[in-house]
């Protein structure tokens, strides 16, 4: 027995000489090993050998990504593997610093079972050490999976912890000196990138680059770059990666990138759901489904932000701190790039548009060179004179027009000579033809920046028979309506009508018999001419028609007499002005002493007859169908929900652009049998007049789920969670009532949570 005991004694001296030895020839290869992968090879190789394990990984850390990587070779390549630095066991011995024997890693909670779903991998045992640098701050882990023969032991994990501990100087050394190198590629390809972007001025090209490189540069799956534009206080990009190229705008005040530009503050959100900034809505009409967000401001050379940059969904986790500062410092570099690009682009939409505005122009525009030589000509002005461009540009003035209008040509010089306009109403001019034209005529001299006299601006506006009856037309119905009526010659505006799609717009003027009486007649009438002056401005601005006055309320079509794909945005931007308009004039109302005007408006999209309608003497182009009349009951639908705007389903699904919408309930019209969902529009909201928006908007969409499920004490609590937030919100009192009268009376089994309307 004591001769068995000293053997005992013997076997571990030797075994410990034996990893002593083998530790010692660990630091001797390693030193001699010329590249990191080939480090990690051998170590792995060296510890799944001494310990008899199938498998085995070394990870080191990545302060900066606050994760562990790893690199596996692939023939000639090799992939990075990376993890979070708190993600199964490895991340517990990174973490805790605290190496583990884990022989049942399916009833330990620190595993991780999805690495092995992935690979297909079963894991059976496994043992881990973390890696410490010289000052004992973990720098990676050491880990070795499935034990070949038995179970792991001490003794294997005091084999594992000397081989970490040789190889802790070199790995750290290694780790530093490929950060450094991979910072310095880094540093190479960002100035070279960033040399390559600001000589770029077309901006869409540059968006293009900018958004590739911020997607690339990220790891993550889409960017975008919004820019300000000053002129409509809106964000926006001509590029999204992934999304095809169109334009996107909104307001720069909306969602996480209005509060980036309006704040200059980063935004870094892992759960972007989770967030009340977050507007889902984008994601419902593209399919994309947003996880994490990262928004930064770009600003110029002087501070000023002029857009932000905005990254979604990080590839392997959440946005980190590296990431803000690289998109920074990326944005920062590369602004002056975007603001020159945006100012060519500007500067080329001007040019663009004013040669647009000036060929689709119906007045004719001519200009002069400081010699007096024709310059330009727009094609109204060559239908209106009967004169070519291509036969007169670069003629003195005098040689093109007729010997009868050297009139025309003295005035012309007298504008150039003194800088003073000149206008001429009801002018005759000839026409190359010999024709007589009338003619309103408008000289402008053009004065160029320095101030010097470059030429002169001939506007001709042709007021013949035509247009004096269109002008006289217009003031008593649509000008596209006068218009086509004009085109149509006599006898063609003949009864009867079509099917087409339209956006009916109702509005009305709440107590408006009240109002009359207190007013009387004649201040009754001076008040809704300025009530409707304004609110028919809203209307024509967004490219809609005025149906008609009823009394005080008024009927406006979209997509009418000419179809329109944007006609339920139209009409919807229309809603807003009106509402935003009504509460400029009623301010001076108040501080003149005058009474309030309050209005509903009631929006929907349907297919309609569109036609004149009446007899052969006297006839009105105007809409009908259930599509009009269901516009005219959610217009008084305002009342009962409290709201200012409620437009259909049937406009919602239409509508292109983002906009703050809150679904009310689905109604059943009075004299129909089928249910529409109907939605209140928020967008002329501030913090004023509806406080608190977004908790009310939330606690109350959450109400509602759970009322259509029948669930009205869940509905109760989160309709008064709404009111507790705004206690003014008037849907959230109303369903409370209805949720008082189901508990007491329930619905039928097959109800799916509509409401019968029994006013129109």
């Known amino acids: 027995m004591r001769a068995s005991g000293k053997n005992v004694a013997k076997n571990k001296k030797l075994d410990k000489d034996n990893v002593s030895r083998q530790t010692r020839d660990i630091a001797s290869d390693l030193s001699r090993l010329g590249s990191f992968d080939e480090i990690l090879e051998y170590l792995i190789t060296h510890v799944t050998q001494t310990l008899d394990a199938e498998r085995g990984s070394l990870f080191l850390h990545d302060p900066a990504a606050h994760q562990l990587y790893t690199r596996v070779a692939l023939g000639n390549l090799s992939r990075e593997i990376r993890i979070d630095e708190q993600s199964g066991v490895a991340g517990w011995v990174f973490m805790n610093a605290e190496s583990t024997i884990v022989n049942d890693p399916y009833k330990d909670e620190r595993f991780n079972k999805e690495v092995d779903e992935r690979t297909g991998f079963r894991t059976k045992s496994l043992i881990c050490v973390p890696i410490f640098s010289t000052s004992d701050i973990p720098i990676g882990v050491l880990q070795v999976l499935n034990k070949q023969k038995g179970r792991f032991t001490k003794a294997d994990l005091s084999k594992i912890e000397l081989v970490a501990s040789q190889c802790a100087s070199t790995l750290n050394t290694y780790a530093l000196t490929e950060r450094m190198e991979a910072q310095k590629r880094r540093e190479a390809e960002f100035m070279e990138l960033v040399s390559k972007l600001t000589t770029e001025l077309d901006l869409s090209r540059l968006l293009n680059h900018v958004v590739d490189a911020a997607t690339d540069m990220l790891g993550c799956e889409r960017a975008t770059v919004f820019l300000n534009d000053e002129k409509t206080d809106e964000l926006f990009s001509m590029v999204g990666a992934g999304l095809g190229a169109f334009e996107i705008r909104l307001p720069n005040n909306a969602g996480i990138s209005g509060a980036v530009f309006q704040s200059g503050e980063n935004v870094n959100i892992p759960h972007a759901y989770a967030d009340l900034r977050f507007n889902p809505s984008f994601d419902k009409q593209t399919g994309f489904f947003t996880r994490s967000v990262l928004c930064v401001p770009i600003l110029n050379k002087e501070g000023k932000r002029i857009g932000v940059t905005q990254a979604l969904n990080k590839i392997g986790g959440p946005f980190t701190e590296e990431d803000e500062h690289r998109i920074q410092a990326f944005t920062a570099q590369i602004s002056v790039g975007l603001e020159n690009a945006k100012m060519f682009n500007d500067m080329q939409a001007v040019k663009n548009y004013n040669e647009a505005m000036l060929h689709s122009m119906s007045n004719g525009v001519i200009t002069v060179d400081e010699d007096g030589n024709l310059k330009s000509i727009n094609s109204s002005a060559e239908k209106i004179l009967k004169i070519s461009i291509d036969d007169n540009l670069g003629k003195p003035l005098s040689d093109v027009l007729d010997d009868q209008n050297f009139w025309l040509v003295d005035q012309v010089n007298k504008v150039r000579e003194t800088g003073e306009t000149e206008n001429l109403e009801d002018a005759d001019l000839i026409t190359g033809d010999g024709s007589k034209v009338s003619a309103n005529i408008a000289l402008q001299p053009m004065i160029s920046g320095e101030g010097e006299n470059i030429g002169a601006l001939i506007l001709v506006e042709d007021i013949s028979s035509e247009k004096r009856v269109r002008s006289t037309m217009s003031r008593y119905m649509d000008p596209q309506l006068a218009n086509q009526l004009l085109e149509e010659g006599d006898g063609q505006a003949i009864l009867g009508g079509k099917a087409a799609e339209a956006t009916v717009l109702f509005t009305d003027i709440r107590s408006f018999t009240t109002i009359a009486e207190a007013l009387g007649p004649q201040d009754t009438v001076s008040m809704l001419n300025e009530y409707f002056e304004i609110m028919v401005a809203c209307i024509s601005d967004a490219g809609g028609m005025l149906d008609k006055f009823i009394g005080d309320a008024i009927m406006a079509g979209f997509g009418v007499p000419f179809p329109s794909d944007d006609a339920a945005d139209a009409a919807v931007r229309s809603s807003i002005a009106m509402i935003s308009q009504l509460r400029t004039w009623n301010a001076d109302r108040l501080k003149a002493d005058k009474m309030p005007v309050g209005m509903g408006v009631g929006v929907n999209t ?127 009192k109303l369903y409370i009532e209805r949720c008082e009268l189901f508990k007491e009376s329930p619905p039928p089994k097959d109800w799916s949570g509509e409401w019968v309307m029994t006013e129109k």
């Open 606 to 732: 349907d297919n309609v007859v569109t036609g004149n309608i009446g007899s052969s003497k006297r006839m009105d182009f105007t809409m009908i169908g259930d599509g009009v009349n269901l516009a005219a009951r959610l217009e008084g639908s305002c009342k009962t929900y409290g709201a200012q705007i409620i437009i259909s389903e049937f406009t919602q699904t239409k509508l292109k652009g983002i906009y703050a919408l809150r679904e009310l309930d689905r109604i059943v019209v009075k004299g129909k049998t089928e249910p529409v969902s109907i939605f209140e529009v928020l967008d002329f909201h501030d913090d004023e007049t509806f406080p608190a928006r977004m908790d009310v908007v939330g606690h109350f969409t959450e109400g509602l789920a759970h009322y259509r499920n029948t669930k009205f004490d869940d509905a109760i609590k989160s309709f008064k969670a709404a009111l507790d937030a705004n206690s003014e919100d008037v849907p959230s």
